[in-house]
Each structure stands twice: as C-alpha cells, then as structure tokens.
C-alpha cells in the first residue's frame, strides 16, 4: 500500500507539473523568440550533457491528457543570457508524449540557447515546440543589452561563424525572422549575402516578409524561370515574403515584371504585393493581371484596382467575384482604357 501511495504520488506530481508546464502553451505555430522571452525565468546558452528517463507523466493537448515519458537533462551552460547569473549546469524536465505530436526530442550532445520556466522550484522547458533556437559555441557581447537584444547577437554569431554548419545558419534566420527589430534585420541582411544559397535565399525571404526590398532584384532572375527540385521550397518562401510583407511603391517596376513568372505563387504573391503599395503606380500592373491564366491572381487586381482607385462598389466578395467574373472583368478592362 505505502508503495502504490509513493506511485500514485509520484504520477500526480507528473500530471500537475505537465498541465502547470503547458497551462500557457498556445498551439503550435510560428516561431516567436519574444514571447519565448517573455514566458522563461531561465535562458542559457549551452550543450546538453546527460538525458535521463525519470519516469512516466502526462501532458495536456488540446484539453486532452496523454501518456508521457518524463526526463531529465543535464545542461552544461556556456552563457546565461537570463535567470541565475552564476549557474554552470542547469537541470530541467521535458516530457515526450506517447502520442505523435510536434514535440522536440532533446539528446545528449544538443546545443544551442535553451529557454526554461521555472515551477515550484524545478525547471521545465518553456515551450515544448521550440526547446532551443541555433547558437554557437564562441559569441562574445561586450555590453549591456536587453534580452531580445542578446538573444540577437547569439543568432548572428550563428550566421557569421564560418565554422557553423549550414543547418545552424537557418535555424538561426528562423529565429530572426520572428524578431522585429533593426538588429534582427542587419543580421539577415549579413546572410543575404552568404555563398550558401539555402542560406541566401531563406534571409532574402524573411527580409522581404519585413518590406526590406534591397536584395529583391538579385532573385528576380531566379523568380522568372520555371524552377524544380531543391530550389522549389526557396521559390515558395520567397513568393511567400513578396506576398506577405512588400508594399514599398519602389518595388512596382520589378513586381511588375515577376506578374510574367511561369510560377503561380510568384504571380500571385507580386500581384498581392502591388496591391499592398496602395500606390496609383501600381494601376497599370494591376491591369496586366487581370487577364492572368490564374482565377486568384486576376481576383487580387480587381480588389487592388478597387482600393487604389476608391470604387469600392467594383471590389467583391471572393463569392461574389466567382459568380460574376466575367462582368467585373470586363468593369475593370473598360476602365483601364478609358484612363489612357
């Protein structure tokens, strides 16, 4: 009895340190280091020495408890960037669910800047999705700064170590692309340039989701050609970023041109991204795409058309516009003439 009572105690602890663990978990999405920021009392950067399995928990997912394994790592900490300022070694817990979830796994071996909470005196990791972002061993910071400022400078070192293998150097524009600060932004510009093209073009795609169109001529070519293979993926962020983060009118020339790609997505996503200029400029590539192959893109320039010239009676519901095609089309092509 007294040893099903030292059970049951212990599965309990597990089950009320897994919900307290992921009571302010939000579901997976997108990396966000400030709000990992925010919800860690401890952030370390160092390499993970020992994983153990201490025992059996459970977590809640979507207000469902499941199984879990619990364990214990041991990190050998290299910097704090946050929490005890003197600690060499940090213990936490981490749980991994019998069910398939997009939970990371943590070795022995891993390294990187971890982010932990603390709860009644133990640490857990912060968010299961996202236990570490890319760091490197050496990244000296000489002055005092602000947390999202340090975190910072740690990814930037992970950019510029020429040491740093390529699967380092684009976890680290993952993490910068969720930071909106000038200092994120000038270390993506620094692997814009980077000889790795997986690296190049992954940091020309964050910079152009923040509107910095300065590196948007040197993946023009790249854009207007049928493209396959390993390059299919870049295409897709890169049409990606265009869409949802350009709107500078000095953009217009060459979204005018990508309007021509044989790609879908580049059509789409520069035909967006003129209608996001809210700029007259941007009329006469708007007119081209309305007599785009693709249903979509011809939608986006009949609502661009509408914004920018305020005839907001000529701009439908995607419903609307489907229904009656044909008849806001020719509205918006007879227009077009009138005004030469």
């Known amino acids: ?58 977590v809640t997912i979507s207000d469902q408890a499941i199984g879990a394994n619990e ?39 891993d390294a990187g800047t971890f982010f932990l909470r603390e709860i009644s005196g133990r640490y857990y990791i912060s968010d299961p999705h996202y236990p570490r972002i890319a760091a ?24 510029t170590d020429p040491s740093a293998p390529e699967t380092i150097q684009l976890g680290a524009i993952e993490a910068l692309e969720s930071i909106r600060t000038d200092p994120a932004t000038d270390a993506l510009k620094l692997a814009a340039i980077s000889p790795s093209t997986s690296v190049r073009l992954r940091a020309i795609a964050a910079l152009l989701g923040r509107n910095e169109i300065s590196e948007l001529g040197s993946v023009q070519d790249l854009l207007l050609q049928p493209v396959a293979g390993p390059l299919r993926a870049a295409v897709d962020r890169l049409a990606s970023g265009i869409w949802h983060g350009v709107r500078n009118p000095k ?43 693709e249903r979509d893109v011809r939608y986006i320039a009949v609502i661009g058309l509408g914004e920018i010239t305020r005839q907001d009676e000529w701009s439908p519901s995607i419903d609307n516009f489907s229904e009656h095609e044909a008849y806001f089309l020719s509205y918006w092509r007879n227009w077009v003439k009138s005004q030469q």
Not at 16 to 42: E, H, K, M, N, R
Not at 71 to 90: M, Q
Not at 139 to 146: K, Q
Request: charged letters at 20%; one cysteine or more; glycine letters at 8%.
């Open 1 to 58: 009895m007294r040893l099903l009572g030292l059970m049951l105690g212990r599965y309990i602890g597990a089950l009320i340190c897994g919900g307290a663990w992921l009571a302010s978990a939000t579901p997976v999405g997108l990396l966000d280091v400030a709000q990992l920021i925010a919800t860690s009392d401890a952030i370390a950067v160092g390499k993970i020495a020992s994983v153990q399995r201490t025992g059996r928990g459970t």
């Open 71 to 109: 364990f214990k790592a041991e990190l050998t900490v290299s910097r704090i960037i946050k929490g005890p300022p003197d600690s060499r070694r940090i213990e936490f817990t981490f749980y991994l669910p019998d069910a398939p979830v997009t939970f990371q796994s943590i070795a022995r071996g």
């Open 136 to 159: 490197v061993e050496q990244c000296a910071s000489f002055e005092p700064l602000p947390v999202l400022d340090r975190v910072t400078v740690e990814l930037r070192c992970a950019l």
């Open 251 to 293: 953009a217009i020339p060459i979204l005018e041109r990508l309007l021509r790609s044989p790609d879908f997505k580049v059509r789409r996503g520069a035909a967006q991204a003129l209608r996001n200029t809210g700029s007259s400029q941007a009329v006469a590539g708007l007119a081209e795409a309305l007599n785009d192959s």
